[in-house]
């Protein structure tokens, strides 16, 4: 929404959020204290806020003022009930529905913003006429694409923007109308416009794709690591083929982010509950090899460390799921700790933009052990040798680019020998850190 401000400044946007603090921190006045870190975003914040970007919790007046109302809210996995641990759980837009359905005293064009399963936008649309009021509402689909610590040069270079709408005269006008918005910056060649079910489903679809590369390139690094083949090799081999194409083939210790896990999970629940068990089971493949990724690092470093760690430091470098952001949600580093936690290891964690708070958030929630627990087994540290000082390993959970730029002689120095390196994002350099003396091993290597 602050891209739309910056780029449309005849357009007034406003988010609203129940949560004061939030919109508090939106609104201070210390751009460093915004509640997420990405690359540029201060920048555009800076350049729109109090001009037509404005941060509020009057939810019910800004609907009032609205002619369009984007839906953003989360969609987290179901924690219960019917088609828990899969589903999308749509508690949070459907209050967002009937909100604007009371509030509403003008037409509206709704947008669904939040990934949704595919046929959301009719129950949108009951509910919003539900109210039986004289008014015209349009629910147009509007999926997202832009992925996290790039989020803003996705925004203002975006491959695509996906426009969903009804097919009939009104659905069409409204469809233009936030097409136009987005014209604003956006080529029109690239302002693709379908049927709403196409929308919805695309972004599900487009995820899944995305995360099936990294699950078929996380598989064949396991069998590189039998076989003396190099992942990274063989990533740049395939991705030469222009029908492959070299993105999204890194192998990792798993994926992580709000999105993947969610969706797909989602998409295996619609596709059973469609009856197609067949497409449900291919699709959940992808995350059970992400699982597998994830357990096999971590049980490589225990059994690396000569079956046991228990009492060891072992440095975890990074918690972030990706570089560039300070989201941690499903990262790769939460369950490797949690894995490495069962067997008794003593973990010192840096990540340079993660604070310690979220660290034990994540583990705390994972409800395996007390928090005290988690607070004397973890220790948290500003300073990456503070962390690895000691150690008898370093786990390399994210692909921080300054990772790369550290004095490993330095480090090796102050490691317990033999000092072992778990790089399970490729980063470092491998060969030189051999030389220096350190046993290392790197994902599909
Ligand atoms: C993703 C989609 O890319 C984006 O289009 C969608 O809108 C939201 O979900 P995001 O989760 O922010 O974006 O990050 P992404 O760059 O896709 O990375 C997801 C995970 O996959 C990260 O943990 C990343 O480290 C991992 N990954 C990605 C790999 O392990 N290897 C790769 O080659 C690429």
């Known amino acids: 929404?602050?891209?739309?401000?910056?780029?449309?400044?005849?357009?007034?946007?406003?988010?609203?959020?129940?949560?004061?603090?939030?919109?508090?921190?939106?609104?201070?006045?210390?751009?460093?204290?915004?509640?997420i870190y990405e690359p540029g975003l201060k920048e555009v914040v800076a350049e729109a806020r109090g001009r037509n970007l404005f941060f509020s919790t009057d939810v019910e007046d800004a609907i009032d003022a609205a002619e369009m109302v984007f839906i953003s809210v989360n969609t987290p996995t179901k924690t219960y009930g019917i088609g828990k641990g899969m589903a999308a759980d749509l508690k949070y837009v459907e209050l967002c529905a009937r909100q604007i359905a009371r509030v509403a005293k003008s037409d509206k064009i709704v947008v669904e913003k939040s990934t949704l399963p595919v046929r959301t936008a009719q129950s949108i649309r009951t509910i919003l006429n539900a109210e039986g009021k004289d008014l015209n509402f349009q629910v147009l689909s509007n999926p997202e694409f832009l992925a996290e610590g790039?989020?803003?040069?996705?925004?203002?270079?975006?491959?695509?923007?996906?426009?969903?709408?009804?097919q009939d005269e009104a659905g069409q006008r409204a469809l233009n109308a936030l097409a136009d918005i987005y014209a604003g910056w956006v080529d029109r060649d690239r302002i693709l416009t379908t049927?709403?079910?196409?929308?919805?489903?695309?972004?599900?679809?487009?995820?899944?794709?995305?995360?099936?590369?990294?699950?078929?390139?996380?598989?064949?690094?396991?069998?590189?690591?039998?076989?003396?083949?190099?992942?990274?090799?063989?990533?740049?081999a395939i991705g030469m083929d222009s029908?492959?194409?070299?993105?999204?083939?890194?192998?990792?210790?798993?994926?992580?982010g709000s999105c993947f896990q969610k969706d797909i999970l989602n998409l295996v629940y619609i596709a059973q509950s469609y009856g197609l068990t067949e497409v449900a089971d291919y699709w959940e493949q992808v995350i059970k090899m992400n699982d597998y990724q994830k357990r096999r690092f971590a049980e490589n470093i225990v059994q690396k460390l000569f079956n046991t760690v228990s009492g060891k430091k072992i440095a975890m470098l990074g918690w972030a799921f990706k570089k560039d952001t300070n989201d941690t949600r499903e990262s790769a580093a939460i369950y490797v700790a949690d894995y490495l936690l069962n067997e008794q290891a003593e973990l010192w964690v840096y990540d340079p933009k993660v604070k310690a708070e979220q660290?034990?958030?994540?583990?705390?929630?994972?409800?395996?052990?007390?928090?005290?627990?988690?607070?004397?087994?973890?220790?948290?540290?500003?300073?990456?040798?503070?962390?690895?000082d000691d150690a008898h390993a370093v786990a390399v959970l994210t692909e921080w680019d300054e990772f790369k730029t550290y004095d490993w002689q330095k480090v090796f120095e102050g490691m317990k020998k033999p000092a072992f390196v778990f790089d399970g994002r490729n980063v470092s350099n491998g060969r030189m850190l051999g030389t220096i003396g350190f046993h290392y091993q790197g994902i599909g290597k």
């Open 1 to 35: 929404m602050a891209v739309i401000a910056q780029k449309c400044p005849g357009i007034k946007v406003t988010v609203v959020d129940m949560n004061e603090q939030r919109i508090a921190a939106w609104n201070d006045p210390n751009l460093d204290n915004l509640p």
């Open 150 to 166: 790039t989020a803003v040069q996705d925004l203002h270079k975006p491959d695509r923007v996906l426009i969903g709408g009804g």
């Open 195 to 236: 049927n709403v079910w196409s929308s919805e489903l695309s972004k599900l679809t487009a995820n899944a794709f995305l995360a099936q590369r990294v699950s078929s390139i996380n598989a064949i690094s396991a069998l590189c690591e039998k076989s003396g083949a190099d992942v990274d090799e063989i990533a740049r």
């Open 243 to 256: 029908r492959i194409g070299p993105k999204f083939l890194k192998s990792s210790v798993g994926f992580g």
């Open 359 to 388: 660290i034990y958030a994540d583990l705390d929630y994972l409800n395996t052990r007390s928090e005290d627990e988690n607070r004397r087994l973890v220790k948290v540290v500003n300073d990456p040798y503070e962390a690895m």
